[in-house]
């Protein structure tokens, strides 16, 4: 037996995939100047509710924490926007610090937070999140469930303030999804990977369980802080009440669960056909949530691995390189190499059974 | 005597917070399942009692008589269209199902009865207001009578798991659902009577809510937090650690409020984070208390 396996991350349709990616990019930020101020509008909706679908799924998909509480983070974004605004920072200083800000009560709630498991962590961060918004809405500056506004973003010409606003949820959902995408190329993203497919036997092969939630869990508070920011900047007044609503886990939950939890490329493909539906329903109203609410359950029952999930286990398409490729190269007769890892190469090889990204290819 | 009254009230208050965690928590210990949907299933409950009776006439007391069985049917609905399924898929899916049920319930109710506040009061004569005087303090007696309700369910479920035949039934599921199998028990059907039995107690709970005060579609997501609140705070490890739970939520509400009307919410919020990180603190975690109440529970 002279197998030998090498280890393949980049696979000609990954780095297509990551080369029209780029371009995408380059083209968005092009965007302004080629289309309407209506269509940029909906864009940087839209780039609020990736960066919000991406961050959710970190959290849920691997780091398997369900949480009810991002709005916390989202709101207090925005809260700390208008208030390091009012104590004189520039504006998109401001703007750029709110995710900064959510990140840093995300850190002081990790340290007993992440104790919690299941449903206990669930609830106990929807309860967070309504004290911090009752914490809020006593800042005589938000005058309680009236509001405020960010009314240093008055002084800006609607225009260029609206092509900002899109630039900085671009960059912001960019740099979301690179962070998250170098997190799980990395030594950490092998452990993610692994907390995602089992926690306990991730554990019990020595994975550091708890560092890799956590961060996770900062990353998701940053990302809902960012996309708080955003949409502070975009629709400037800032209502606690709005904020804070529960909703805004609740789309979470919906982009991650029909994109494919725990993927990295299903919960963008969900907030796309999130923000799509609620384009063509959003004036439907409460019928609009209560069809949300009915596809999370249906998806969560009789669908959990998602459109992407369904699509990756059916075609093996692969078009982030997040994972591993595992290829077979057999020395002797071909034939004998066929079959799955066991050899030389297995200690690093994953399971061939494991979903997503670790797949073991046969012989090439 | 301010604060003499407050304590009192406070009490009162936890009886409601007791008879809204008691379904939470046995829900829990049998399938080891929060349900994010429990606060608005309480709502739901109430809406249904309010059609109930609105549309036939009749007392409130005969409309909560029909409506604990309908919510006994939605129990076993519950158990076998979302329950069952997402016990056998992995820890995240009951979360996420429950979740998208409750968001489903709160606008149905929204779409069927609009944003406006509704109430039992008008409808339940003196009940709503009378109250014995003992001294200088006033006890309402609907609040006495839902303190009571909750310490009889409480009381009726420690009989029903340690006497009956069901009761131990339940019990042994919830423990080893594979040996008591072996042992001849049908845990499925166990688990929908389980499921069954606690929307029975979020039925009562939501008849006590719209007793005690108002409730709108939206409510739901409240009502899951205090008795959420009311189970983490009890963890003395017992049935009655529920109750006590409650009474502590309640107290440190009206405490607070009298204080300051913003502060009734905060206080209890508060009261829950600093009994949160004083446990974990003490290296047990929440989950090896939520172990022994199951041990001593079911």
């Not at chain 1, 886990?249 to 990295?264: C, E, K, N």
């Not at chain 1, 390189?321 to 057999?330: E, F, H, I, K």
């Not at chain 2, 309640?250 to 607070?256: F, K, V, Y």
Request: aromatic letters at 10%; a neutral charge; proline letters at 3%.
């Amino acid at each position: 037996m002279t197998e030998t396996y090498t280890v393949q991350r980049w696979t000609r349709r990954s780095v297509t995939c990551t080369a029209v990616l780029g371009a995408l990019f380059v083209l968005l930020l092009a965007a302004p100047a080629l289309v309407s101020g209506n269509v940029v509008n909906h864009l940087t909706t839209l780039f609020v509710y990736v960066i919000l679908a991406i961050t959710w799924n970190a959290l849920a998909g691997y780091g398997g924490l369900v949480s009810v509480g991002q709005q916390m983070f989202f709101g207090f974004g925005a809260y700390a926007v208008i208030r390091l605004s009012a104590a004189g920072m520039p504006v998109y200083a401001a703007l750029a610090l709110g995710g900064a800000a959510s990140g840093l009560l995300a850190w002081g709630l990790s340290s007993f937070m992440l104790q919690l498991r299941g449903g206990e962590f669930s609830i106990g961060m929807w309860v967070l999140a309504t004290l911090v918004q009752l914490l809020v809405s006593l800042d005589p500056i938000v005058q309680g469930a009236t509001g405020t506004s960010l009314l240093a973003l008055n002084g800006f010409d609607p225009g260029a303030r609206r092509d900002d606003t899109y630039w900085l949820g671009l960059v912001m959902m960019a740099g979301v999804a690179l962070a998250l995408f170098l997190l799980l190329r990395s030594r950490l993203g092998a452990a993610l990977q692994a907390i995602r497919d089992d926690e306990g036997a991730a554990l019990s092969v020595g994975v550091r369980v708890a560092p890799a939630k956590r961060i996770m869990f900062l990353l998701a508070a940053l990302g809902a802080g960012m996309a708080g920011s955003v949409w502070l900047a975009s629709s400037i007044s800032f209502q606690p009440n709005t904020y804070f609503g529960v909703q805004w886990t609740a789309y979470m939950i919906f982009m991650t669960l029909v994109g494919g939890i725990g993927t990295f490329e299903g919960p963008i493909i969900g907030a796309v056909l999130f923000f799509a539906i609620e384009a063509a329903f959003g004036d439907l109203g409460v019928w609009y949530l209560i069809g949300v609410g009915v596809a999370a359950m249906g998806f969560a029952l009789l669908f959990p691995q998602g459109i992407w999930g369904w699509l990756d286990r059916r075609f093996a398409l692969k078009l982030l390189p997040v994972g591993y490729v595992l290829r077979l190269q057999s020395g002797g007769p071909r034939g004998l190499g066929r079959g799955f890892a066991r050899p030389q190469g297995a200690a690093k090889a994953p399971t061939p059974e494991l979903p997503g990204e670790m797949r073991v290819s046969g012989q090439s | 005597m301010d604060l003499l009254n407050d304590l009192l009230q406070g009490l009162l208050l936890g009886g409601y917070y007791a008879l809204l965690a008691s379904g939470l928590s046995f829900l829990f210990g049998v399938m080891r399942v929060i349900n994010l949907a429990h606060g608005s299933l309480a709502v739901l409950g109430a809406f249904i009692m309010m059609v109930i009776y609105t549309t036939l006439g009749i007392s409130p007391l005969a409309g909560l008589a029909l409506m604990l069985p309908v919510m006994a049917l939605l129990g076993v609905v519950l158990q076998l269209l979302i329950l069952e399924p997402s016990l056998k898929s992995g820890p995240l899916v009951p979360l996420l199902a429950t979740f998208g049920l409750a968001l489903f319930t709160d606008n149905v109710l929204f779409s069927v009865f609009g944003a406006d506040t509704q109430g039992f009061a008008a409808d339940i004569g003196d009940l709503s207001y009378n109250s014995w005087s003992i001294g200088p303090l006033y006890v309402s007696q609907l609040d006495t009578l839902i303190f009571a309700t909750a310490v009889a369910v409480l009381g009726g479920l420690q009989v029903l798991l340690s006497k009956t035949q069901i009761g131990r039934m339940i019990r042994a599921t919830a423990e080893d659902e594979d040996a008591a199998r072996l042992s001849g028990v049908d845990t499925r059907t166990v688990r929908v009577c389980a499921s069954a039995l606690a929307m029975v107690m979020v039925g009562l709970a939501g008849a006590a809510l719209g007793a005690r005060g108002s409730f709108d579609p939206y409510a739901g997501g409240p009502q899951l937090i205090y008795a959420f609140e009311a189970v983490v705070i009890g963890g003395t490890g017992s049935l009655w650690g529920t109750l006590i739970g409650g009474v502590v939520l309640g107290i440190a509400q009206t405490l607070g409020g009298s204080i300051d009307t913003h502060l009734t919410e905060i206080a209890g919020h508060t009261v829950f984070l600093a009994v949160l990180i004083v446990r974990l603190g003490r290296g047990g975690g929440i989950g090896s208390y939520f172990r022994t109440l199951r041990m001593r529970f079911v």
